[in-house]
């Protein structure tokens, strides 16, 4: 079945510094990804949407000056936290859609800034 | 897109039928019903979708009351790999976009 990786599973980071998560849609192509944030014991939220070659679309009071994305081709989507602050600490998780009926998760990244 | 209700926990023998109901009473003729699930610590994994019709795969069975505004996910025999929390999703056909997550289901497997 189609599968959607993130890399890296998790990471530890200072304070003021940037991350990079990496999501690879790897038997299909994926001109949309989303980007989901999880705070524990809490749903998942929706904080914007990466479309290939265009600006990412970001949901109301996500920073998009803060949390960068970029969709440079059809299989990888990239977000970076710039300037993390312990706030920042979540999990990260990364969907593609395939056709006009399927939703593939990535197994999500756990950020720890300290 | 239309809002779900779910309960917020509930328990299930290990090796009997898991019965995961969903209201989504303002539904309209254009949305689907999905389900997916999430293992502790893990994304969502996807289980089954449907329309209309009752739908099955090898994971689930998909239930749709005929007013479309309630269904039932159908977990038959749960063991304790099943622990995770479930997700009732409904979306349009035509604005094929983010899924928006609600509080979902805690189902616990017990032995």
């Known amino acids: 079945g189609a599968v959607v990786s993130q890399h890296p599973s998790w990471v530890i980071c200072k304070s003021g510094t940037s991350v990079k998560i990496e999501c690879r849609s790897l038997?299909?192509?994926?001109?949309?990804m989303f980007w989901y944030r999880q705070f524990p014991k809490q749903s998942l939220m929706l904080m914007a949407t990466?479309?290939?070659?265009?600006?990412?679309?970001?949901e109301q009071g996500v920073e998009k000056d803060k949390f960068l994305i970029n969709h440079a081709s059809l299989t990888l989507s990239t977000l970076t936290v710039t300037s993390a602050h312990p706030e920042d600490s979540s999990f990260y998780i990364c969907?593609?859609?395939?056709?006009?009926?399927?939703?593939?998760f990535g197994q999500g990244t756990r950020l720890t800034v300290v | 897109d239309a809002k779900t209700t779910q309960p917020t926990s509930m328990d299930c023998a290990e090796g009997r039928a898991a019965n995961l109901p969903c209201n989504h009473s303002?539904?309209?003729?254009?949305?689907?019903v999905y389900w997916y699930r999430q293992i502790h610590s893990q994304g969502p994994q996807y289980i089954i979708h449907?329309?209309?019709n009752n739908e099955t795969n090898e994971m689930a069975s998909l239930i749709i009351t005929e007013d479309r505004k309630s269904s039932t996910l159908i977990l038959p025999h749960a063991t304790l790999r099943d622990t995770a929390v479930y997700y009732c999703?409904?979306?349009?056909?035509?604005?094929?976009?983010?899924?928006?997550f609600g509080a979902g289901t805690q189902v616990v497997v017990t032995p």
């Open positions: 449907g329309l209309k």
């Open positions: 999703i409904v979306r349009y056909i035509d604005s094929w976009g983010k899924l928006q």
């Open positions: 038997d299909f192509q994926a001109t949309t």
């Open positions: 303002t539904i309209s003729g254009n949305e689907y």
């Open positions: 990466s479309n290939e070659g265009s600006k990412a679309t970001y």
């Open positions: 969907s593609a859609n395939r056709g006009e009926t399927e939703a593939f």
